[in-house]
């Protein structure tokens, strides 16, 4: 094969890799519009399947400053003003709560969102224990909550993190 021809294959490769990935960038395959318990949106949460995992973004707004708990629950309902319909936790395999607790976590335990003085928290994480497409760890049917305060990352049920200031419902897109 002439170094000509194997130039044009190894560009035509590397362009369809960028395309593919630009895709997935673009249009994530499940979707949360958060809203706080009067109702009002203060963000969103974009799922998007990889090879390593499913890539979680949030980006929030309106919300008191400081860290906040923000997990995946078990049930695709956000009755405001307090979102207890949402169940508890996504925790398909009975494992304890909390990236830090040596029996757990639970599939849907995320680490804590952090949001500024101006209201505006954004989150990237990759958890390697649920799905958007299919199986038993599939999110669709669940939601996610953000609560008042800080998730200690090891109690049992929510880590302490209180209240549930914000909801919403998982869609695939």
């Not at 294959?9 to 249009?27: D, P, Q, R, V, Y």
């Amino acid at each position: 094969m002439s170094y000509g021809r194997i130039l044009a294959i190894s560009g035509c490769l590397f362009l369809a890799a960028c395309s593919s990935w630009s895709a997935s960038e673009s249009k994530p395959q499940a979707t949360a519009d958060l809203r706080n318990g009067s109702g009002q949106s203060v963000g969103t949460v974009a799922f998007f399947e990889e090879k390593d995992g499913v890539r979680i973004a949030v980006k929030a707004t309106g919300l008191p400053p400081g860290k906040h708990g923000i997990h995946i629950h078990t049930v695709a309902k956000c009755d405001p003003p307090d979102f207890t319909s949402a169940g508890g936790h996504f925790n398909p395999t009975g494992k304890s709560h909390g990236l830090q607790n040596p029996a757990g976590p639970h599939a849907g335990d995320l680490p804590n969102l952090v949001v500024g003085a101006d209201g505006k928290g954004s989150l990237e994480y990759t958890n390697k224990l649920i799905s958007v497409s299919s199986g038993p760890n599939a999110i669709s049917g669940a939601s996610v909550v953000i609560h008042a305060g800080p998730d200690d990352e090891r109690t049992d049920p929510a880590g302490n993190s209180g209240a549930r200031i914000a909801c919403g419902v998982v869609r695939k897109s």
